[in-house]
Structure formats: structure tokens, C-alpha cells
């Protein structure tokens, strides 16, 4: 068993991803009953850039942060960890599974979509079991308010898809060229 250890810089990159998340999801615009934000793109970005475990941890942290702060209870921020940890580990397995294709815009393209339909179905679980079992709503009710929360989510989930690969091929070369994406690599 391969022991792994972060370095200061992986640290540093996971703290300035979380960061960039919780930033990121201060900004939302109000649609259909709900709120986009671009915060699920960054958390596939943070899976792009630093691989399933650290992508995941920054996506995680900077979401569980921001709700923490917003002052929900600590099952939700438990929750909003897990879930868009799973969001960014799945887009980043999904991207590093070849190594080969890691660059390829249709391989991004594909992790992005698994990661982002990860978190879609782990929300819509999320609001069926609080609805259903905590709340106690009719059945009728909780469908008719997972679907009402499912169209933004999807709304989300599309920008996310087309954000975060535009993003991260737009800044590849530049991350090359600076020698830091071979470094993330060398961890992720």
C-alpha cells in the first residue's frame, strides 16, 4: 500500500481551491425558486486540477465552509462536504483513470459530466430523505419538490459542464508553461 502524504504545496493548492469555492458561491442569481452559481464548476475544476482525493478535499471544505458560515446545522455542512467531495472525486477519477487522455477536451468534457450528475443525484437524494423522513410530507409533495429543485440543478450542473473544462483548457498552457501543472500532477 502506497502511504501518500501532502506537501505544502498540494496543502497550499487545496486551501486556494477551497477558497475559490466558498468565493465562488457567495455569487448566486436567483432562478426558478432556486439559485445558480458557478461554485459546482469550480468543484469539477478542483477535480481537473488536482485529482479525485485533493480536488475532492477543496471542493468539499470550500462548499462545507461556506454553508458553516451561512449558519446551517452541522448535518447539512456534513452533508454539502460529502457530497460535492463525491462530485469532484468522481470528475477527477474519471479524468486520471488514463493518463494518457487527461488533456483530451472530450475526456474533461465526460469526467465533468459524471461528476456533476454525481452531485445531482446526491441532492436529489439528499431532498427526498429530508422531505420524506424528516420532514413527512405526502409523496406527492416530495416529487413535486424534488422536481422543483431538480430543473436548477441541472441548470447548474450544465454550466458547471461547460465552465470547467473551458476554464482549465483556457489556463492549460499557461500551467505548463509555469511547470505548476506537472507538479499538481505528480500528487494527484
Known sequence: MKHRQFSVFNITFIAMMAAMVYVVTL????????????????????GILLGPLQGG????IGSALYDAVAGYDFINVLIT???KFAMAYVCGLIL??????????????????CGALTYVFLYML??????????????????????SKL?????NAGVAIIAAPLFYHAVLPALR?????????AQA
Open 96 to 113: 486520471y483513470h488514463d493518463e494518457s487522455r487527461v488533456d483530451k477536451p472530450d475526456r474533461t468534457v465526460l469526467a465533468c459530466v
Open 57 to 60: 478535499l477543496a471542493a468539499g
Open 27 to 46: 455569487f448566486r442569481f436567483p432562478l426558478l425558486g432556486s439559485k445558480v452559481h458557478f461554485a459546482n464548476a469550480v468543484c469539477l475544476l478542483g
Open 177 to 185: 508553461s509555469t511547470g505548476l501543472l506537472k507538479r499538481m500532477r
Open 126 to 147: 439528499k431532498t427526498f430523505i429530508y422531505n420524506q423522513f424528516v420532514y413527512g410530507y405526502p409523496i406527492d409533495t416530495v416529487w413535486a419538490t424534488m422536481l
Open 81 to 83: 462536504l460529502v457530497s
Open 151 to 155: 430543473i436548477p440543478s441541472l441548470i
